[in-house]
């Protein structure tokens, strides 16, 4: 089976997409349809969105940070 895009704003954008994932046309293609059918099939609120984002770069965070305080952020800003 054959999917032919004729539509060059299409095809660009699937270059586009293959180049910045680092993969085949077709390959972009079927993980943009598939992203897109998930998003359609299980739509979620904005603020479940969010919270899921949150919890993932919580889970990428390092331990070990520390509270800043105002004269922290101050000095990291260059602010005396």
Do not use: C, F, Y
Request: charged share 30%; aromatic share 2%.
């Amino acid at each position: 089976m054959n999917l032919q895009i004729r539509n060059p704003r299409a095809h660009e954008l699937a270059k586009r997409l293959a180049r910045r994932r680092g993969v085949s046309i077709t390959d972009a293609v079927i993980a943009a349809l598939e992203a897109d059918l998930t998003a359609v099939a299980e739509p979620r609120p904005l603020n479940q969105r969010v919270a899921d984002i949150a919890a993932e770069l919580r889970a990428m965070a390092k331990p070990g940070g520390q509270d800043m305080t105002k004269a922290d952020i101050d000095a990291m800003w260059g602010q005396p």
